[in-house]
């Protein structure tokens, strides 16, 4: 990505409002673009524009036209359920900002690649006319893990009935998908490729199983023709963007002297694992960066069990020793000894991945996560645990006791989740727990104290791993030594005669 370095703390004039007639007004050291935007092909249209799209994806095909590599690769935005993107953008002509925060120092780009703007319920038709536009090669979906179905779809469900009942002004993003197809196949265009970006294991090939899922609903040959002609590459995509808080948003107008509706703050890391795998033309992204891979399952695994997995800990663990952000806790000897030992043992049991330096991965994850000017919210970070911790955390809790190895700072993190779950913190103060099963799950853990069993019994988060006495043995020395306090716990990991493991337990 193009850097600029940043020196704009002496700004003291009023901050210059972002659109495409002030670009000149900015600042010199803000990065700006030269290229010729009315140049730019819209190929690609983005579901779901938020600020991931805007820190990650947008960025990669923004630096494609910097760098003169191609202008074939345009993004035209589309929202489904919110209308507060398209208030946030219309002003600054889909204009933005992008705010690369490191340890000492700002970055600061303004992004131009995203065309159009369309908020599908105002306009469900010019959705899907860009959809089948000729020009549309590449769909791309950050719709949120939620967004995809877990099972068969529900005809009742009203999104999924509007899909198949009322296809000109579809429900769900597979529907505006599946209909677009069908008019494209109709009209002897060729279909697109559909490139999930969203954070989900095989996101390719749940995504496939969605809009096949939602064209049976409709037309049998329809489907069939989707899944003859179709490509769903899979892609694992890093990159840590907090949100955008309005004290953020105003700290980088008076420092910037930029005034952005919605500026996006990220960090300067950023990776996006694709497979090669495209129906309609491949955008040259290998050349900013990305890496095409003829399978990404073993990136995909390495994210969410290291990356993923360790913010769950953090987030447990930090937040009961009454931390608020990442690089406070890990601004803690105790809590940065602790991500660093959950991370030793996670990666001890992955096999090699290509092209990764899995300690050098690991040591880039501790840096990423201390960043003084980037403290992403536990809070933020604790909420879905009874999604995240079973994808993220108990796989690889149910590899280290198959294998026997070691375990005991995975052992401590989902401990932690189940403490947290208790709703109350140490100081008797209450936790708001973010989850859609808050309720029974804070009862249980309520109920249970030090005790896992309620918890193990629940098929639907720990499946198997419920009827291992010797998980359950190791979560209750866990639990007690959590009794003490999240840091003397995370201190007596250093000494491992105090948190054992129970040995010779059958499983």
Not at 137 to 162: C, E, F, K, N
Not at 251 to 261: S, V
Not at 335 to 340: D, I, L, N, Q
Not at 410 to 437: F, H
Request: net charge negative; glycine share 8%; hydrophobic share 40%.
């Amino acid at each position: 990505m193009s850097t600029t370095p940043q020196d704009t703390s002496d700004l003291r004039d009023p901050a210059v409002p972002l659109h495409p007639g002030s670009l000149d007004d900015l600042h010199p050291a803000i990065d700006v673009p030269d290229y010729d935007r009315d140049a730019l092909v819209p190929a690609v249209v983005h579901i779901g524009v938020g600020g991931f799209h805007r820190a990650h994806q947008a960025v990669y095909f923004d630096e494609l036209a910097r760098r003169g590599i191609t202008t074939a690769w345009g993004v035209v935005g589309v929202g489904l359920h919110s209308p507060r993107m398209r208030d946030a953008l219309v002003g600054q002509d889909n204009l933005y900002t992008v705010v690369e925060r490191g340890p000492v120092d700002d970055q600061v780009h303004v992004v131009k690649v995203i065309t159009d703007y369309l908020y599908a319920p105002d306009d469900p038709g010019a959705v899907l006319d860009r959809l089948t536009d000729e020009r549309t090669r590449l769909v791309t979906l950050t719709i949120t893990g939620s967004s995809y179905p877990t099972g068969a779809l529900d005809p009742g469900d009203p999104d999924v009935a509007a899909d198949v009942r009322t296809p000109e002004t579809p429900g769900t993003a597979f529907g505006y998908v599946v209909e677009a197809l069908r008019r494209r196949r109709e009209a002897g265009t060729a279909p697109f490729t559909v490139l999930s970006c969203d954070n989900l294991q095989h996101n390719g090939d749940v995504t496939k199983a969605a809009v096949l899922a939602t064209a049976e609903l409709r037309d049998a040959e329809l489907a069939a023709w989707i899944g003859e002609h179709v490509t769903f590459p899979s892609s694992m995509v890093d990159r840590i963007t907090p949100e955008t808080t309005p004290e953020e948003r105003e700290a980088i107008a008076r420092e910037h002297g930029l005034d952005d509706t919605w500026p996006v703050i990220t960090e300067p890391f950023s990776q996006w694992i694709v497979e090669d795998d495209f129906c309609d033309g491949r955008p040259p992204l290998d050349e900013v960066g990305v890496q095409f891979v003829d399978n990404v399952s073993c990136y995909e695994i390495m994210k969410t069990r290291l990356l993923n997995g360790s913010h769950c800990a953090l987030a447990y663990l930090g937040h009961l020793a009454g931390f608020r952000t990442t690089d406070e806790a890990m601004a803690d000897d105790r809590m940065r000894a602790f991500v660093e030992g959950y991370l030793e043992e996670v990666a001890g049991l992955l096999l090699a991945v290509p092209g990764i330096d899995l300690p050098g991965y690991c040591a880039t994850l501790v840096e990423r996560f201390s960043n003084p000017r980037l403290g992403d919210g536990l809070d933020r970070l604790a909420r879905r645990g009874s999604t995240k911790v079973p994808t993220y955390v108990l796989p690889s809790l149910r590899q280290a006791l198959d294998q026997d190895r070691p375990r005991r700072h995975v052992v401590l993190a989902t401990a932690a989740w189940l403490r947290y779950l208790r709703g109350v913190d140490y100081a008797g103060a209450p936790i708001e727990v973010a989850d859609a099963q808050a309720d029974r799950l804070t009862q249980l853990a309520r109920a249970g104290g030090t005790d896992p069993h309620p918890f193990l019994e629940e098929s639907g988060v720990f499946g198997s791993l419920g009827d291992s006495a010797r998980l359950a043995a190791e979560l209750t020395v866990a639990l007690q030594a959590l009794e003490e306090g999240p840091l003397e716990a995370a201190e007596r990991l250093r000494r491992p005669d105090d948190i054992s493991q129970t040995e010779g337990t059958a499983a």
